[in-house]
């Protein structure tokens, strides 16, 4: 596998919400920090943290490759969604810090934009590492 694979398939599995597809992606021992401070460690891990995606709708996901090598690659993606659960808001917000929207109840959920740098490691055909570095910040209404 490459970065440009991955990302292909990354993309996918994103757009797709689709957690198998996701873990398919590494190895059985893969690794995905999906900050610098949370590890998400094997399949079964990788795919509790990866249905928090089924509380999203309208994803789209772009990408650029900005370095590759046959074992590790540097890309920067960019994917926004619709908010589709108060859960997932709630997660966002929390994990902000701020209080960024000022939202009363009924009021609609946002949309939201990440953009980022992911880094990963190739074994064969797997990845076996995988570090993201994002920001979310809502986009205007």
Not at 69 to 75: E, F, L
Not at 113 to 137: E, I, K, T, Y
Request: hydrophobic residues 40%; charged residues 20%; proline residues 6%.
């Amino acid at each position: 596998m490459d970065i440009e694979q991955f990302m292909r398939g990354y993309k996918n599995a994103w757009e797709g919400k689709d957690e198998t597809a996701f873990c398919a992606l590494f190895s059985e021992d893969g690794v995905y920090h999906n900050t610098p401070f949370a590890t998400q460690r094997g399949h079964a891990q990788l795919a509790a943290y990866w249905r928090r995606i089924k509380l999203q709708d309208e994803i789209e996901l772009a990408f650029e490759v900005l370095s590759s090598t046959p074992t590790s690659g540097i890309a920067h993606w960019h994917v926004t969604y619709q908010v589709a659960s108060e859960e997932l808001f709630q997660i966002w917000a929390a994990s902000t810090g701020t209080n960024l929207i000022a939202r009363k109840p009924g009021d609609p959920l946002p949309r939201m934009v990440l953009d980022g740098l992911l880094q990963a490691s190739f074994s064969g055909p797997l990845c076996r590492d995988c570090r993201l570095w994002w920001h979310s910040m809502p986009l205007p209404t």
